[in-house]
């Protein structure tokens, strides 16, 4: 018999458990923004060979984003075409998702939100039989047309979905209200404030991307509006009321206005905003000078979904261009106001905060309901555990 050295040195090795296959789709510049934390922790995790699918439903934002936090997709279906419609985008993703799928066998596929992108991903993970982890899951507004067409991309995904991750309590009670068990719900905060928090600490001068003669002394009001739900009269009414509050107002107020590349928004845009001294119609802004220009304003009046998160984790008030959002714990926490998108609502609604130093400081101050900045490592842990 050997003797017990030698016996050991002839032992096989322990076999190492096989890394999970993650495959991470998203499309647009939003949801790159909330899935770029989670990419990263999962491909800095030995457990985990984790993989990125993007439609490019969004093309330059998109790049723009994953450059920003140093992200590369594996699979690319480069999309986004000029006039495309809902249809268009919806049929390609989803045949060309489910090939990714079909090829990469993953032990999870991981959506995000409610973009065309993620309804089509979750369709292909199913069609194909593979689990679908839902990022952001839960949000809801109860009218499937507003906002349209994401509260029902998010409704149908979350139908599909085998892992919900909400990222606030009142999430997790909707979808118990909409027969998700329990035990498949795990409440994260949201991964939008973790990219936040990292991008606002590593710094940026505004200078180097907003060629504007923007005086930063001043007081800065943030402008973002591009929904569908506003095209057309609701936005003329929207940029009318900014137009005659920056009038008046032109010692002391400088309005910066980001502008959507859709020709619809920049035509109203210039017609009824882009002669004001102290409005700056400027382009799109990456994500880093986007950041750090929210963190310089006073005061955030937005139509997005992601603003209603961010901004009040800089302690900014944002006062939301929508009748109904599927954010309500901001409504709730009074860091978001929601003041609609008629011309008197919103004309009333900015003087308010602009004027009124106690609503003001009250919106500012308010506790933010989306988290700690470690939701990406939260869904990390837990995926670990579940597969």
């Not at 790159?32 to 995790?45: G, H």
């Amino acid at each position: 018999m050997l003797p017990p050295e030698k016996r050991v040195k002839q032992m096989p090795d322990k076999k190492m458990p096989d890394k999970k296959k993650v495959l991470l789709v998203f499309g647009t510049r939003p949801e790159a923004i909330k899935m770029a934390p989670l990419v990263r922790v999962l491909q800095a995790d030995e457990r985990f060979d984790a993989r990125v699918a993007v439609t490019a439903q969004h093309r330059e934002m998109l790049d723009q984003v994953m450059e920003c936090f140093d992200i590369s997709a594996d699979h690319d279906l480069n999309m986004m075409k000029h006039g495309q419609t809902l249809s268009d985008i919806t049929a390609g993703a989803l045949c060309g998702l489910q090939a990714i799928i079909a090829e990469e066998r993953p032990d999870v596929v991981l959506v995000h939100g409610d973009t065309t992108t993620t309804l089509a991903g979750a369709l292909a993970a199913f069609y194909e039989k593979v689990p679908l982890g839902h990022v952001e899951a839960g949000l809801r507004t109860g009218d499937k047309f507003a906002p349209y067409p994401e509260e029902m991309n998010r409704c149908l995904t979350g139908q599909l979905a085998d892992y919900h991750f909400a990222p606030t309590e009142t999430s997790r009670d909707n979808l118990l209200r909409a027969q998700v068990a329990a035990q498949n719900i795990f409440v994260t905060g949201n991964t939008v404030i973790d990219a936040l928090l990292q991008t606002v600490e590593s710094g940026c001068d505004l200078a180097e991307y907003i060629d504007a003669p923007v005086d930063w002394s001043k007081k800065i009001l943030l402008l973002t509006c591009h929904r569908r739900e506003n095209w057309g009269e609701p936005m003329r009414g929207i940029f009318r009321a900014v137009r005659e509050i920056a009038d008046e107002m032109a010692d002391e107020l400088q309005v910066v206005c980001p502008v959507h590349k859709n020709p619809l928004v920049r035509e109203l845009a210039a017609e009824l905003m882009g002669d004001a001294p102290n409005i700056h119609l400027i382009e799109p802004l990456e994500y880093r000078p986007f950041s750090k220009l929210m963190s310089v304003s006073h005061l955030i009046v937005t139509d997005s979904g992601g603003v209603q998160e961010e901004a009040p984790a800089l302690g900014k008030p944002v006062l939301v261009l929508r009748e109904v959002t599927e954010r309500p714990e901001a409504v709730a926490a009074g860091t978001v106001r929601l003041i609609g998108n008629s011309y008197d609502s919103v004309n009333e609604g900015i003087r308010l905060l602009l004027t009124d130093a106690g609503v003001y400081n009250a919106m500012a101050n308010a506790a933010n309901p989306y988290g700690d900045g470690h939701a990406a490592e939260y869904i990390r842990d837990i995926l670990a555990k579940v597969l």
